[in-house]
């Protein structure tokens, strides 16, 4: 694919990609063309866009072999943190939107989830597992703060005693503290912190509004010391790029309180690999063919490899030098592969004001 050139009248600022590509499903798209005359267009600051979904559901399901849950919860669709390399990229395109600069600045919120979530868990025939947070699009990214969509969720959540688990790179996470803390005292809660690099450059022309790495490393030791469980998550890791820091994410994530950790190596599916391949040419044009043939040696000569069981590790000796490297590394750090079962026992109804029996 390859990208249409950059719309000269908007103005980028701090925004991963550079275009908009054509989105897949449609039948035709639109290619700017000079009109010839002289005049110069009007240059505009590309801002974000919150646009409001009224859902009919909120619990998502999959029976994916790769992931080990079974139904997860997406307050937001698309996500301002703007991270280059993010696999959620492609489903912008469901939307009739772009997975380059639409799904980081056309955000689709999702106000009805608490109440759409509460709905779901209430229904008798409603078997309790852990819900996933974070599975797509983060669910603490910048506009969480004033529209509290997660917040929500987890009042429910807390108040129905549901297990559940978080993966975030935003640090409205400490917001909630006060709600994970005792559902975490009662082992129903434990989150994730993705940590792609300690290289505070790196980080910003590659996940340009998600938080810095201190910042990550910061929110470790805060949920840890509310006795939140933290796995850290060195993923995605970039050969040339960021994979030789692997050992170093792993040792600072457990200095700051990770108990445990996993790593991904990158993914390129779909629409994401001329994006990433068109960052590379912009941000590291000295190791964008170097980066691009250690990825294809990792999936079998192409940029990805959709199949189960090979898209979460990838194959050939970098793959596999890069699993015992994390191997060795949590061995000597003490940091478990898997977190602890989340508690499921103690799920059910809140008690109501005027509820028989709400004095014994």
Not at 184 to 197: D, H, L
Not at 260 to 272: F, N, V
Request: charged letters at 25%.
């Amino acid at each position: 694919m390859t990208l249409p050139p950059r719309n000269p009248d908007e103005i980028l600022k701090a925004r991963g990609a550079d275009s908009r590509p054509a989105v897949r499903f449609d039948p035709y798209h639109t290619e700017r063309e000079h009109d010839g005359w002289d005049i110069p267009e009007e240059q505009s600051l590309l801002e974000t866009e919150v646009r409001i979904e009224r859902a009919r559901s909120i619990l998502t399901r999959n029976s994916s072999p790769d992931i080990p849950f079974d139904r997860s919860v997406n307050p937001y669709r698309g996500c301002e943190h703007g991270c280059i390399y993010c696999f959620a990229r492609p489903s912008h395109a469901y939307l009739g939107l772009s997975p380059g600069l639409d799904f980081e600045t056309r955000i689709i919120a999702k106000p009805d989830a608490p109440q759409l979530l509460e709905a779901a868990i209430s229904k008798r025939s409603y078997q309790v597992a852990p819900i996933a947070f974070g599975t797509n699009t983060d669910p603490y990214q910048p506009i969480e703060s004033r529209m509290r969509i997660m917040r929500g969720c987890l009042e429910v959540l807390h108040a129905w005693n549901h297990p559940l688990s978080i993966v975030t790179r935003g640090a409205g996470v400490m917001r909630d503290v006060d709600l994970l803390a005792p559902m975490a005292a009662q082992g129903q809660v434990f989150v994730g912190v993705s940590i792609t690099t300690l290289d505070t450059e790196l980080s910003r022309a590659m996940e340009p509004r998600a938080p810095a790495p201190a910042t990550r490393l910061k929110m470790i030791r805060a949920l840890a010391d509310a006795g939140v469980p933290v796995r850290v998550m060195a993923a995605p890791m970039i050969p040339v790029l960021t994979a030789h820091e692997l050992e170093a994410i792993l040792a600072a994530a457990r200095e700051a309180g990770a108990t445990s950790a996993s790593t991904i190596p990158l993914r390129l599916p779909l629409e994401i690999s001329p994006l990433f391949r068109d960052w590379l040419e912009r941000h590291q044009p000295g190791k964008a063919q170097h980066v691009m043939n250690r990825i294809q040696e990792m999936r079998g000569g192409r940029d990805n490899d959709p199949r189960f069981g090979h898209r979460m590790r990838g194959e050939g000796p970098e793959a596999e030098l890069l699993r015992q490297r994390y191997h060795l590394a949590c061995k000597r750090l003490g940091l478990q592969g898997k977190s602890k079962p989340l508690d499921c026992s103690r799920f059910g109804p809140p008690a109501r004001a005027g509820d028989q029996l709400s004095l014994f």
